[in-house]
């Protein structure tokens, strides 16, 4: 929905408003309209790059963030995200109008912007480390950080050639990354797909033209394997909803790229998901997936037992499924798949509205242990850039999986040594470590683990 008149935008306020009463039957959400009214008010006359109203951006914002089930504070503090930047609001006004919580989350995401540094690259890496901080503090920050970036990237074609360049690789290399790294699959994609198609148009046209010529043949075969799927599962007597789904663009392009394949040459482009009601179903499915088609054993994986390092649960198999053609088929419980799309936003409702089981609240705390250990490992560093340096390594590099003496399952980056094990232990057992045993055999510190290793430091 455009918002191009103030009708619009009361109609997306009460939009916000409902979506806040369905995830929160008690939250007052009069605080919406306060907070709109003094946004609109604040803002004023104030203009986009595409000579919209101002207003619209931190509506928008506030709209995404409510689909994402955030709380009332966090789509307040969204409305009002640049008030204290931009107009003359100031952070006594928010806390006297508001609450101190809401002005902390408005004042720490202006605080990101509000630098002035000697050159353009200490300014940019200054802004980053003080974002990845702020997680530290309150993860709803950086959720309004992460959604302010994707609509700002929705309207990018508004700013010049050269700004468009700049912060789609910014949002390429800096805020898709940290949006999988909280497990937020839906913003994670759309951040890729809108900066690879300014960075590499040509690629990006030349992949989203050859998808949609053939769209028609590949809705043909999804829909045969999710009826093939569905009579397996309906025989067994497995409640499951079954669809299909296509990667995204950017992750076609990464793939063609590091394998050197042709877009026909990628079988898993296209994926059949499969979402049971519990665990055991997920296991009885896979199997009878297994009875029905020869499976590709080097492509199963198991992120159930072994969740990726952002939260991330699924079986993940191939098989040679109808007509002979390679058939991606992914099978996780209804709770896995809200969590691998939302991330750390889908335990926001448990977390703070309707209370988190020890279950839930460890695999909480695990998706985001990353941030912590990050900051660990980059406290000594005074540098700014060498700070972002440090923090891309960790956000891109692909994970491995290593063994405590106690069999645990230990999450790390490719690259890993027995010090950056030992600090995913706990703080104390990396400042004490003086050396390791990998395999049962003593080996340097520096020594790179591999997946499957026995640590003991």
Request: glycine share 8%; charged share 30%; net charge positive.
């Given at each position: 929905m455009v918002l191009t008149n103030q009708s619009d935008l009361s109609e997306k306020i009460e939009s916000i408003k409902n979506k806040l009463i369905t995830n929160y039957p008690d939250t007052d959400v009069t605080m919406i309209d306060k907070a709109y009214e003094l946004a609109n008010k604040a803002h004023g006359d104030q203009r986009r790059r595409s000579g919209e109203p101002y207003i619209i951006h931190p509506v928008a914002v506030a709209d995404i963030l409510a689909d994402y089930q955030m709380d009332v504070e966090t789509i307040v503090a969204a409305l009002l995200h640049d008030v204290i930047e931009d107009t003359d609001v100031t952070y006594e006004d928010l806390e006297a109008d508001f609450n101190g919580e809401i002005a902390y989350m408005v004042e720490s995401v202006s605080k990101m912007t509000r630098m002035k540094y000697q050159t353009k690259e200490e300014s940019q890496a200054e802004y980053i480390r003080k974002m990845v901080l702020s997680m530290t503090n309150d993860l709803r920050i950086i959720m309004i950080k992460l959604v302010d970036r994707l609509h700002n990237m929705r309207t990018l074609e508004y700013m010049s050639s050269q700004k468009q360049i700049e912060k789609s690789a910014e949002t390429l290399n800096i805020y898709a990354p940290i949006a999988n790294r909280l497990g937020i699959q839906a913003i994670r994609a759309e951040l890729e797909d809108l900066s690879f198609s300014y960075l590499k148009p040509k690629e990006y046209q030349t992949i989203e033209h050859d998808l949609r010529i053939t769209d028609n043949e590949r809705t043909e075969y999804i829909d045969e394997a999710i009826r093939a799927v569905k009579e397996i599962l309906d025989t067994a007597g497995i409640e499951a909803k079954v669809y299909g789904r296509t990667k995204n663009i950017y992750s076609i392009y990464r793939k063609m790229k590091n394998t050197g394949r042709k877009l026909d040459q990628i079988y898993d482009i296209f994926a059949v998901r499969i979402i049971t009601k519990n665990i055991a179903d997920c296991y009885v499915a896979l199997g009878l997936i297994h009875t029905k088609w020869h499976?590709?054993?080097?492509?199963?994986?198991?992120?159930?037992?072994?969740?990726?390092?952002?939260?991330?649960?699924?079986?993940?198999?191939?098989?040679?499924?109808?007509?002979?053609?390679?058939?991606?088929?992914?099978?996780?419980?209804?709770?896995?798949?809200?969590?691998?799309?939302?991330?750390?936003?889908?335990?926001?409702?448990?977390?703070?509205?309707?209370?988190?089981?020890?279950?839930?609240?460890?695999?909480?705390?695990?998706?985001?242990?990353?941030?912590?250990?990050?900051?660990?490992?980059t406290s000594d560093i005074k540098n700014a850039s060498d700070f972002v340096e440090t923090m891309k390594v960790d956000l891109l590099n692909e994970e491995i999986f290593v063994y405590t003496p106690q069999q645990d399952i230990i999450n790390l980056p490719s690259g890993s040594c027995p010090v950056d094990f030992a600090y995913r232990i706990h703080t104390n057992v990396g400042n004490h470590c003086v050396g390791a045993k990998v395999n049962n055999r003593i080996e340097p510190l520096n020594y790179e683990l591999k997946n499957g290793d026995l640590v003991e430091i």
């Open positions: 499976v590709v054993p080097t492509k199963l994986k198991d992120y159930i037992t072994v969740p990726k390092a952002n939260g991330y649960q699924s079986l993940h198999t191939t098989v040679i499924g109808p007509d002979g053609n390679f058939l991606e088929i992914q099978i996780r419980t209804e709770e896995m798949h809200e969590r691998n799309e939302y991330g750390v936003a889908a335990h926001w409702k448990y977390k703070e509205g309707r209370g988190m089981s020890k279950g839930k609240e460890k695999r909480y705390d695990d998706s985001i242990s990353w941030i912590r250990q990050l900051i660990n490992w």
